[in-house]
Structures are given as C-alpha cells and as structure tokens.
C-alpha cells in the first residue's frame, strides 16, 4: 500500500507540473476540457496549427497519430498511446519489464499530455527517466 501511495503521489506530481501545458495543447487541438475520446476532436491539420517549428516529419507523425485515436473509445486510445511510447521506453531502457512498466506508469497521464510529450520527445524522454527512477526506488 505505501508503494502504491507513492506511486500515486509521483503520477499526481507528474499532472500537476505540466497542468498548463497540457490545457495549452488541449485547446490547440479543440480537444474537451478533460480525458475524453477523440471523436470531437478538430481536423488532424489543427494538430500541427500551433508550432512554426515542428518539422513536416513531427506534424507528418502527430496527424497521423490522430488520425488513429480519432473515434476510438478511451481504453482502445491509450492502447493506441501506449504502442507508441513502449518503443521509445524499450530504447532508454532494454528490459521488457522496465519499459513496460515505466509505459504503463505513463499511461495514468492524461491523453492530451501523452500527446504533447509525443510532440516534444525531451519531454517524453524526461517523464521517461523521472518514471523509471520512481519504479525503481519502490522497488528497493
């Protein structure tokens, strides 16, 4: 229980320090105000609106991505979020169980904040590592 509590504490700190950009994203997209499915969503164009330098490769990416979770239900989303970031996890850290448990501790992050580390791999990388140090100091 006091693993899961920190675990819990960490996730919460994670939220809360990027809270602003995600509602900056979140309206950058015409996404809902909280984690809902895709299906409102604006056209996979307005994904890319916002960065004057976002290469055609990222914007490419991030549209296409979109176009994937636009109309799936929430559990079929982060299905869809944690296919991409597991591959990147994989790469930071080789084992099987870390990067699927430092994806799986990411997957409790809001969509829209999913997405923009996705946009920005130092973020995802950062949240990444910050992960991976939480799981391994509740391990010990």
Do not use: C
């Amino acid at each position: 229980r006091r693993v899961h509590g920190e675990h819990s504490a960490a996730i919460a700190a994670l939220r809360a320090e990027h809270a602003a950009d995600v509602a900056a994203l979140r309206s950058e997209l015409g996404l809902p105000a909280r984690d809902e499915p895709f299906a409102s969503a604006g056209s996979p164009a307005s994904a890319s609106a916002g960065s004057a330098a976002s290469t055609a490769a990222d914007t490419s990416y991030i549209t296409a991505l979109l176009s994937r979770l636009r109309g799936s239900p929430p559990a079929e989303q982060k299905q869809i979020l944690g296919e991409e970031i597991f591959p990147i996890a994989r790469r930071l850290y080789p084992s099987d169980t870390a990067a699927g448990k430092i994806t799986g501790m990411l997957l409790e992050l809001d969509n829209a904040e999913l997405i923009g580390m996705l946009r920005h791999m130092p973020s995802l990388h950062a949240k990444l590592h910050e992960a991976y140090h939480v799981w391994t100091s509740e391990s010990n």
